[in-house]
C-alpha cells in the first residue's frame, strides 16, 4: 500500500491494537495481510510512543516507522521485535530478517537470525564493523583511565556474536557514503555492502550569512551520549590549552564516569559551557548555531555522526575526524594519529579552521549546507528503497 510516511503514521499511532501489544514485539505493526512476512530486530519504541517521532529526541524513532512504511510499500506484514529481548518464543516464520546489529545494541542478532535459516538475512549497521569498532572504543576507554582513573560504564562496545551472524548474512545495509568509514569497514566479509544515509531533523533552517555574529573561535560540541567514546574528553582537554577559544558541550549526562572527573574542570574554566542535552527545535539551539561557526567531535569510530550532520543542516561547519564518517567539504580535518597526540591534533585543527579568513569560512558553509542535504529523511528512504528493491530483484524473484 503506497502511504506517505505521515498516512502510514496515523495509520497506526492511536491504534488499540498497537498500544496493547507487548513491549518487546509489535506483530503486524502494518496492519496487513500480505503473504510476504518480514521481522525488524531493532526497537519497539516508537510504535509504543508515537510522540518520539514527531519529537526527533533521536532520528532513528523516525527510520524505524520508515522501515516498516517501506517493507509495507515492497509488500511485506512486518512485526517488530525490540532489541532489548533476551528470549523470545517465535509464532511466525519470516521471508526476511532485517536486524540491528552495530555500536553495542543488537546482542541477540544472531541468535534471533538463526531461527530462520529460509529467510533472507541483512545487517542494519549504523556503526563500524564490531571488532574494528570495540578496539577504537578501547582505545579510548584505555588512555581516560591512564589519565583519571576507572570507567565503570564502557558504552557502545558489542556483546553480539558477529562472527556467526556474518557468516549467514546475505547483505548489509551500511550507513554512510559508499567508500566511506562505515560501509568500507564491511567490504573484507564478502557479502554486498548497501549504502544508505541517515536523515536529521526536517525542522533545521541554515544560518548562513551571518556576518554579525562571527567569532572565529566559537566551536559547538553537539551529541547524545558515549562522551568519553566520542572523545569530549579530548576536545575539553585541548580547550583548556587554547583560553582566547570558546567551547560550548551539549550532551546528556548519562557517562557519570566521564562528568565525575570532568564536572570541577568545566565548572572551573571560564572558556568552556556546558548546556546539557539540547532541543534542536528549540530557539537556544538556533541561537547556538548562530554563535557557533564550527562544530567540534572526534569519535573513536561512528557510523555517520547524526549530530554533526544536524549541524550541518544549519551550515555550522564541522570539525572532525575520519571515524566520525562525514566528508568535511574541505574544511581542516582532525588527523588519524595516536590517542596520545590527539588533544595536540584537536588543536592543530581548531586554530587552523580560526584562521580562515570570513570570506573562506562563508564559501565553506556553503558548501556544507549543501552537503548536507543529502541527509535527509527523502535520502534515508530512497537509499534504503533502493536496497532493498535490489534484495527483492536478487532474492524474490
Same mark, same amino acid.
Given at each position: 500500500?503506497?502511504?506517505?510516511?505521515?498516512?502510514?503514521? %496515523? =495509520?497506526?499511532?492511536?491504534?488499540?491494537?498497537?498500544? !496493547?501489544?507487548?513491549?518487546?514485539?509489535?506483530?503486524?505493526?502494518?496492519?496487513?495481510?500480505?503473504?510476504?512476512?518480514?521481522?525488524?530486530?531493532? =526497537?519497539?519504541?516508537?510504535?509504543?510512543?508515537?510522540?518520539?517521532?514527531?519529537?526527533?529526541?533521536?532520528?532513528? %524513532?523516525?527510520?524505524?516507522?520508515?522501515? $516498516?512504511?517501506?517493507?509495507?510499500?515492497?509488500?511485506?506484514? #512486518?512485526? $517488530?521485535?525490540?532489541?532489548?529481548?533476551?528470549?523470545?518464543?517465535?509464532?511466525?516464520?519470516?521471508?526476511?530478517?532485517?536486524?540491528?546489529?552495530?555500536?553495542?545494541?543488537?546482542?541477540?542478532?544472531?541468535?534471533?537470525?538463526?531461527?530462520?535459516?529460509?529467510?533472507?538475512?541483512?545487517?542494519?549497521?549504523?556503526?563500524?564493523?564490531?571488532?574494528?569498532?570495540?578496539?577504537?572504543?578501547?582505545?579510548?576507554?584505555?588512555?581516560?583511565?591512564?589519565?583519571?582513573?576507572? +570507567?565503570?560504564?564502557?558504552?557502545?562496545?558489542? !556483546?553480539?556474536?558477529?562472527?556467526? &551472524?556474518?557468516?549467514?548474512?546475505?547483505?548489509?545495509?551500511?550507513?554512510?557514503?559508499?567508500?566511506?568509514? /562505515?560501509?568500507?569497514?564491511?567490504?573484507?566479509?564478502? =557479502?554486498?555492502?548497501?549504502?544508505?544515509?541517515?536523515?536529521?531533523?526536517?525542522?533545521?533552517?541554515?544560518?548562513?550569512? %551571518?556576518? =554579525?555574529?562571527?567569532?572565529?573561535?566559537?566551536?559547538?560540541?553537539?551529541?547524545?551520549?558515549?562522551?568519553?567514546?566520542?572523545?569530549?574528553?579530548?576536545?575539553?582537554?585541548?580547550?583548556?590549552?587554547?583560553?582566547?577559544?570558546?567551547?560550548? #558541550? /551539549?550532551?546528556?549526562?548519562?557517562?557519570?564516569?566521564?562528568?565525575?572527573?570532568?564536572?570541577?574542570?568545566?565548572?572551573?574554566?571560564?572558556?568552556?559551557?556546558?548546556?546539557? &542535552?539540547?532541543?534542536?527545535?528549540?530557539?537556544?539551539?538556533?541561537?547556538?548555531?548562530?554563535?557557533?561557526?564550527?562544530?567540534?567531535?572526534?569519535?573513536?569510530?561512528?557510523? /555517520?555522526?547524526?549530530?554533526?550532520?544536524?549541524?550541518?543542516?544549519?551550515? $555550522?561547519?564541522?570539525?572532525?575526524?575520519?571515524?566520525?564518517?562525514?566528508?568535511?567539504?574541505?574544511?581542516?580535518?582532525?588527523?588519524?594519529?595516536? +590517542?596520545?597526540?590527539?588533544?595536540?591534533?584537536?588543536?592543530?585543527?581548531?586554530?587552523?579552521?580560526?584562521?580562515?579568513?570570513?570570506?573562506?569560512?562563508?564559501?565553506?558553509?556553503?558548501?556544507?549546507?549543501?552537503?548536507?542535504?543529502?541527509?535527509? !529523511?527523502?535520502?534515508?528512504?530512497?537509499?534504503?528503497?533502493?536496497?532493498?528493491?535490489? +534484495?527483492?530483484?536478487?532474492?524474490?524473484?
Amino acid at each position: 500500500m503506497n502511504y506517505t510516511f505521515n498516512n502510514f503514521f %496515523n =495509520k497506526f499511532s492511536f491504534s488499540k491494537e498497537i498500544s !496493547q501489544n507487548s513491549e518487546i514485539f509489535i506483530e503486524n505493526a502494518n496492519n496487513v495481510n500480505f503473504k510476504r512476512r518480514a521481522l525488524l530486530y531493532y =526497537k519497539t519504541d516508537p510504535f509504543l510512543h508515537p510522540e518520539l517521532v514527531s519529537a526527533y529526541s533521536h532520528p532513528n %524513532n523516525w527510520r524505524i516507522v520508515e522501515l $516498516v512504511r517501506l517493507l509495507d510499500l515492497l509488500g511485506f506484514t #512486518v512485526d $517488530v521485535l525490540d532489541r532489548k529481548a533476551e528470549e523470545f518464543d517465535f509464532k511466525n516464520t519470516y521471508d526476511l530478517f532485517l536486524g540491528l546489529g552495530s555500536g553495542g545494541s543488537g546482542r541477540n542478532l544472531a541468535k534471533y537470525a538463526m531461527h530462520f535459516p529460509n529467510a533472507i538475512k541483512i545487517l542494519y549497521a549504523t556503526t563500524a564493523e564490531p571488532k574494528l569498532s570495540d578496539a577504537a572504543a578501547m582505545s579510548r576507554y584505555e588512555y581516560f583511565e591512564r589519565r583519571h582513573g576507572p +570507567v565503570a560504564r564502557k558504552m557502545r562496545l558489542n !556483546q553480539l556474536d558477529f562472527d556467526s &551472524f556474518i557468516q549467514i548474512a546475505d547483505y548489509i545495509f551500511a550507513i554512510g557514503e559508499k567508500g566511506s568509514f /562505515c560501509p568500507s569497514s564491511y567490504e573484507k566479509f564478502g =557479502k554486498p555492502v548497501l549504502q544508505w544515509y541517515p536523515n536529521t531533523s526536517p525542522v533545521i533552517t541554515p544560518r548562513l550569512n %551571518n556576518a =554579525k555574529n562571527y567569532v572565529s573561535t566559537n566551536f559547538i560540541c553537539l551529541l547524545g551520549d558515549g562522551i568519553i567514546y566520542k572523545g569530549v574528553d579530548l576536545i575539553i582537554d585541548s580547550f583548556i590549552n587554547m583560553p582566547e577559544f570558546r567551547l560550548s #558541550v /551539549c550532551c546528556s549526562r548519562s557517562d557519570t564516569d566521564f562528568f565525575h572527573y570532568y564536572d570541577d574542570i568545566i565548572n572551573k574554566t571560564n572558556n568552556i559551557t556546558f548546556h546539557g &542535552f539540547i532541543d534542536i527545535k528549540s530557539d537556544f539551539f538556533k541561537e547556538l548555531c548562530n554563535d557557533n561557526p564550527f562544530s567540534i567531535l572526534c569519535s573513536a569510530s561512528e557510523g /555517520c555522526c547524526t549530530s554533526v550532520a544536524t549541524l550541518m543542516r544549519a551550515g $555550522v561547519v564541522p570539525i572532525i575526524n575520519h571515524s566520525t564518517g562525514i566528508d568535511t567539504c574541505g574544511a581542516p580535518i582532525i588527523n588519524t594519529v595516536p +590517542v596520545e597526540r590527539l588533544t595536540d591534533e584537536i588543536e592543530r585543527a581548531c586554530r587552523a579552521a580560526a584562521s580562515l579568513t570570513f570570506e573562506e569560512y562563508t564559501e565553506l558553509a556553503y558548501k556544507t549546507y549543501y552537503s548536507s542535504l543529502k541527509y535527509t !529523511q527523502t535520502s534515508f528512504s530512497t537509499t534504503i528503497l533502493a536496497a532493498l528493491n535490489r +534484495v527483492l530483484s536478487e532474492k524474490f524473484q
